[in-house]
């Protein structure tokens, strides 16, 4: 048996704008339709991929299509979807496979899932439809005013691949070859072919306008961008029997000097927030020569910071903070301080890191003269 994959990629794409057809954009900096070759030539059920291109693409495919295996020499398409199909079909008449999968160049997302249940259906069927029952309420509307409720009662929105025997689909092709027919079911279903129905999915998406890329990078992840901020501070010891730290109440020796709460975790991490979305630096927004800051919560500084985040639109998606010092110990509070950053940030326990380490008895923090904070803040911009 053999399983042949016939994209159809030689339209021109008007739709999504300037820049070249669609199937050759690039989407989460891969062309669309060298993820669409790569779904079947990937798959262990299919032998061959045929792509049916545009003579004017021949560069752009040779691009999009280097290095892929089980690729065949590709077919230039004619003037309308079911020429181009027909041109390919006909291509493939030497190898004269068993079954071929009939697929959008521009539907890159296509899952071996789906691949696998058009096969498994070809087994018992001549045709086979990859579609997705109508979900939402359909409604006619008449001059831009609501009017009745459609039913949506055996309605499918048809995905592809649309998947045949090949001397099935072959032969309904030419058979069809005066007629203009929307897709190949509708070649199919002319020539009396029994075409069964198989659940797409939703990722499965044509692109054929801008706001499709749009829409696929967002399903792929490949949209937005994320940028990394970094913190230090140092404060000094003094009098005192506690120290605040990342905005828990540490009992200890000493006490750390500043002009706000002296919380280097807090700071640290303020700045690697403001570091991220280059909003300067703790000391330009909360200046130490305001009295107003004058024992003040460290809190709020880092609270400060992350609402500028969100005003971007964007949002804080983990923070790593380090104490380096030889006391007080880290380990027994780290849980608590985990809790009051996530707590302040709204962020889940586990976007939050805290982490210490001594320098060995070396330098100031070696010293016990005071304690320092460093840390990174990942903040994701859609
Ligand atoms: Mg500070």
Not at 127 to 146: F, H, K, Y
Request: hydrophobic residues 40%; aromatic residues 4%.
């Amino acid at each position: 048996m053999t399983n042949v994959a016939l994209i159809v990629a030689a339209g021109r794409g008007t739709r999504a704008g300037p820049g070249g057809p669609k199937q050759y954009r690039l989407l989460g900096g891969i062309a669309v339709l060298r993820r669409t070759l790569v779904a079947f030539a990937s798959h262990p059920g299919i032998d061959h991929v045929l792509a049916v291109i545009h003579p004017d693409d021949a560069d752009s495919y040779q691009a999009a299509a280097a290095g892929l295996p089980k690729l065949l020499p590709p077919s230039f398409g004619g003037a309308t979807r079911q020429a181009s199909v027909a041109l390919g079909l006909e291509s493939l008449h030497k190898i004269s496979p068993t079954n071929v999968l009939i697929h959008d160049g521009a539907r890159p997302l296509v899952s071996a899932a789906i691949i696998n249940r058009t096969l498994d259906a070809l087994k018992t069927h001549r045709g086979a439809l990859v579609a997705l029952p109508v979900t939402d309420t359909l409604r006619r509307a008449e001059a831009g005013q609501a009017s009745e409720t459609v039913s949506r009662e055996g309605l499918w929105r048809a995905q592809t691949p649309q998947a045949f025997r090949f001397d099935a689909i072959l032969d309904a092709h030419r058979k069809a070859s005066a007629s203009d027919l929307t897709d190949d079911v509708a070649v199919a279903a002319a020539a009396g072919i029994d075409v069964t129905m198989i659940e797409g999915d939703e990722m499965n998406l044509k692109i054929t306008s801008a706001a499709d890329l749009d829409l696929a990078e967002r399903l792929l992840g490949t949209s937005g961008e994320s940028r990394t901020g970094s913190g230090y501070d140092v404060h000094r010891f003094g009098p005192g029997d506690h120290v605040w730290l990342c905005g828990v109440r540490v009992p200890h020796t000493n006490g750390l000097i500043g002009h706000s709460d002296a919380d280097a975790g807090l700071h640290a991490l303020t700045d690697a927030i403001l570091g991220a979305i280059g909003e300067g630096d703790i000391g330009q927004h909360f200046p130490p020569s305001d009295p107003q800051w004058k024992g003040a919560a460290s809190d709020r500084f880092l609270a400060h910071a992350a609402k500028l985040v969100s005003d971007k639109g964007a949002r804080i998606v983990h923070v790593d903070v380090t104490f380096i010092c030889e006391r007080p110990k880290i380990g027994p509070q780290r849980d608590a301080m985990r809790a009051r950053v996530a707590d302040i940030l709204a962020l889940d326990t586990d976007r939050v890191s805290i982490k210490a380490t001594t320098t060995e008895g070396l330098g100031f923090t070696g010293r016990n003269e005071g304690l320092a904070a460093q840390a990174l803040a990942t903040v994701r911009f859609p």
